[in-house]
């Protein structure tokens, strides 16, 4: 059922010589360059991280200097790339290698914070040659279709043959580039929908192929179901100044601190049947005065379907826990998408004012 793993390879790592993307990770093999890269495009786009790839590299070219760095730093070079827990676990890896070296075994590697067997198989075989099979969302769709696997291949038996099927296919004598093809030949050519079979070096090997059946696999799950939520913000403002504060650890069940550092305003969820607008009033306390609605907007994150309602507030006092910072100094604080455009609109709003 395998296809011949020598033709395999020779066919796909001459496609990859040929049609690989000129990207800032591939520059060379540098371990701390590739564990940022294959961090940040975990569940994110090529195109969206490059951009972040290359300031981050700028700000912190090694993980000695990554290490030294705030916690603050850190996460305000992450902000907007989203999944944020990463920042905190390279932040975490870079100061373990900075200790104690790089770890240039499969064992050493998972050791790392935040590296689970995809970024060590990652890592290890592109910068030590470790023969390591990589096994992301790229290569699951282009095995599934080479192999036709009629299983769900994220669980039990249809993983462990896919599992075993890439680590049988492998070249052991370039596993970086082997990987990294796949990836690429699954990102380029084996795309989810309208795959372009016609310019794939392994439609000869692929049963998908041969059965006109590729756009049936891979046999994922159902997705789970987004959620609808509706928050409240209260921008409570005095001068140019507004209240806010790093996150905190909520301390309710199912709260992993995700934004954990991350800046934010008085908000809160909108139970059924509550109104926005009553329910900033409620948050921002007595002492506040109401102005306007300053935005209302949705914001996707994860599975989440956020509508957001801003009220702009002006207040002489603070609310407890909460600190007067200025819009300035906010900016250069780590804040996450929804947050910098609440900043934005307070800014644009101010400046009409
Ligand atoms: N996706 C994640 N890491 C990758 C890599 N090194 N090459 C291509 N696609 C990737």
Redesign the pocket.
Known sequence: LLPDPKNFRRLLLAWYKKNQRD?P?RKNTDPYRVLV??LM?QQTQ?KTVLPYYSKFLTRFPNARALAAASQESVLASWAGLGYYRRARFLHAAAKAVAKQGFPQSAEGLLDLPGVGAYTAA?VGS?SFGLPLAVV?G?VIRVLSRVLALDKDPTTGQGKRELDSAAQALLDPSHPGDFN?AL??LG?LICAQTKPRCEACPLAAHCLAFRGKTQESYPRLPTPVSTLKIHKSIALITKGANVLAMPRTLSGRAGDEGRMLGYWHFPELELKKGERPEAMAIHLAGENAKLKIRLASFLHSITRYRIKVDAYLFTSEKALKGWRWIGLRELHSKPLASAERRLLKALVAFGSKD
Do not use: C, G, K, P
């Open positions: 990207l990770w890269s294959e495009l090529v990652a592109i992301d790229n990294q990836m690429e990102a």
